[in-house]
């Protein structure tokens, strides 16, 4: 439980997880378990026209999964998900494995964000809806400012044109999310008796 807030009695209790974690077996399953919710929300899928990038359920699932499990927990999970990816599980968008050129990026912006939202989650970011919300916001801006450069370089685009496609398309979808997360998780901690 390296991420978490000291409470009263000794116990740390600083991120969701850290209500299930503590023995390995529980801490492997809440890694396996953030990947796995990662793979599956790839699964849900829509090409846009001209992208390359897909809009999925990943930005989703790996920000909860980051605020959720904390940053230590979160980065392990995205890792996982990207290396067995890469490895041949069929869990990135519409099921597909390999290493993907175009969207690499926006991959490895998972881990940066998984990290980033974990620690500050752990120092209360995810307690209240209003700072729930803004931590989806910064999230999503980590995953773009590692996504959009690499999609840039990868296929050739100037700025212009990979913000139109790998950035704008994307952003009502990302406040829709980050709305639904400032509901979903400060309820979790309260039913789950959390600070």
């Known amino acids: 439980m390296a991420d978490g807030l000291v409470m009263t009695s000794g116990q740390r209790i600083g991120v969701l997880a850290d209500a299930w974690g503590g023995s390995l077996a529980r801490e492997v399953a809440l ?7 990662v793979g599956a929300a790839a699964q ?8 390359p990038v897909p809009v999925t359920g990943q930005t989703f699932a790996v920000l909860l999964a980051g605020t959720a499990l904390g ?6 999970s995205m890792l996982l998900y990207v290396v067995a990816g890469v490895l041949g599980v069929p869990w990135f968008a519409d099921g597909t494995h390999g290493w993907p050129s175009v969207t690499a990026g926006y991959l490895l912006g998972f881990v940066v964000a998984a990290a980033v939202v974990g620690r500050l989650a752990s120092a209360g970011a995810d307690r209240r809806p209003w700072r729930m919300f803004g931590l989806m916001v910064f999230g999503n801006v980590v995953i773009y400012a590692v996504g959009v450069p690499w999609l840039m370089v990868a296929v050739g685009m100037d700025v212009p044109t990979a913000l139109l496609l790998g950035l704008v ?3 009502l979808g990302d406040l829709l999310k980050a709305l639904l997360a400032a509901g979903l998780l400060p309820g979790l901690r309260r039913l789950v008796r959390l600070p």
């Open 169 to 171: 398309p994307f952003l």
């Open 44 to 51: 849900v899928s829509v090409t846009i026209p001209g992208s």
């Open 71 to 76: 940053s230590a927990r979160g980065v392990a």
């Open 31 to 37: 890694v396996v378990g953030g990947a796995a919710l």
